[in-house]
């Protein structure tokens, strides 16, 4: 069977999603995150592209990408056989570590940039285990939870070097202090779960 092609072009954003082979676990520590954050800056850098938003979860990440040359297959394909190399050999195991292909998604950065960023962010809460929290609960959890770069939104001292926040927190009024706090005050909207899917 074909696979499908990719829409790909220059200056194009990209939610993009990858799973665990059968649900299964793709991180099994805290070492193998950050070597999976570290392997996502070094792809980024080689393949020019830029790093807007991301989220890891036990058997599953997103990503919210930039292709300013319009390669995000080539950027995904080394990337993911980076760390899947990466934690097959450190875990002794062979075979494919994801469920089939990633999937990506076209944004309309005009209508969806802000909102497909709020999705991500709120996708630690979103799990079954936290839907019992109270609103204070959630908000603390998502503002400590390290595998998001929503702390990178929050905080400019928390930000990994990679993440590029300027164009979201534009439409917030900058990378300034209440511009963080508008987008912090927007994604806060979202945790009643009344927003639309993007």
């Not at 938003?53 to 995000?72: D, E, I, R, Y």
């Amino acid at each position: 069977m074909v696979r499908s092609l990719r829409i790909q072009f220059e200056n194009a954003y990209y939610h993009v999603t990858c799973r665990g082979n059968s649900g299964q676990e793709i991180f099994s520590s805290d070492a193998d995150r950050l070597t999976f954050l570290d392997l996502l800056e070094r792809s980024g850098d080689i393949y020019q592209t830029e790093i807007l938003a991301f989220v890891l979860m036990s058997n599953h990440f997103h990503l919210f990408v930039k292709t300013p040359l319009g390669n995000l297959q080539e950027f995904m394909r080394h990337f993911n056989i980076s760390y899947t190399s990466y934690y097959n050999r450190k875990h002794g195991r062979r075979g494919h570590l994801y469920q089939g292909r990633y999937k990506s998604f076209l944004v309309d950065a005009d209508n969806y940039l802000q909102e497909v960023s709020r999705y991500i962010h709120l996708n630690p809460i979103r799990v079954k285990l936290k839907s019992q929290m109270s609103m204070d609960e959630k908000r603390k959890y998502l503002r400590n939870y390290l595998w998001s770069s929503y702390e990178g939104y929050l905080s400019q001292s928390r930000r990994r070097g990679f993440l590029q926040v300027e164009e979201v927190l534009a439409y917030f009024g900058g990378d300034t202090a209440k511009g963080r706090r508008s987008y912090e005050e927007f994604v806060i909207a979202g945790v009643s779960g009344k927003i639309p899917n993007p």
